[in-house]
C-alpha cells in the first residue's frame, strides 16, 4: 500500500518508489559537485584494473538517490532526522547513453511514539541489493 504523509502513517506501508538512471555523464557532474574525482568514478582502465566491473557510481551518489524516495514522501527535508547506510555492492555504471537503471523503495519499519519513523530503504540493480541496513527516521507532520 502507497501512503502520502497526509495518511496515518503505519507498520509496513510502502512509500512511493523511485527508479532512476545513473550515466556517465551524471557520474560526471557529481564528481565536479563533491570534488570527488577518484579515477575508478571515470576511467574504465583504472576501475578494472582494480578488480572492479566497470566504472562504479559513487556511494554517496547512490544513497543520495536512495535518499530521494523519504524526502519526496516527506515533503520537507528538513523533516529528515537521520540517515545511513552501508555500501554492499558497487553500481557499475557502463559507457553508454542508458547507463543503469537503480530501483529504490522504502518501507516503513517502525512508528515510534516520539512522533518519528523509521523508513526501511532498499536500492536494486537488477534485482541484486547495493545498499545493506539502508535506514532514514523522519519526523511526521
Request: charged share 25%; no cysteine; hydrophobic share 40%.
Amino acid at each position: 500500500m502507497t501512503v502520502s504523509i497526509s495518511d496515518e502513517v503505519h507498520v509496513g506501508d510502502a512509500l512511493p518508489p523511485l527508479s532512476t538512471r545513473v550515466t556517465r555523464a551524471q557520474l560526471v557532474r557529481y564528481a565536479g559537485a563533491s570534488l570527488d574525482f577518484n579515477p575508478i568514478h571515470w576511467n574504465e582502465r583504472v576501475a578494472t584494473g582494480v578488480g572492479l566491473p566497470d566504472v562504479i557510481a559513487h556511494g554517496m551518489l547512490t544513497m543520495a538517490l536512495a535518499g530521494r524516495v523519504v524526502t519526496d514522501w516527506i515533503g520537507d527535508p528538513g523533516r529528515l532526522v537521520e540517515y545511513g547506510v552501508r555500501f554492499t555492492r558497487p553500481v557499475a555504471v557502463p559507457d553508454d547513453e542508458d547507463g543503469t537503471l537503480v530501483e529504490f523503495s522504502g518501507t516503513i519499519g517502525e512508528v515510534r511514539e516520539d512522533g518519528t519513523a523509521r523508513v526501511d530503504l532498499t536500492a536494486r540493480v537488477d534485482g541484486r541489493t547495493v545498499l545493506g541496513k539502508a535506514q532514514a527516521v523522519v519526523r511526521l507532520p
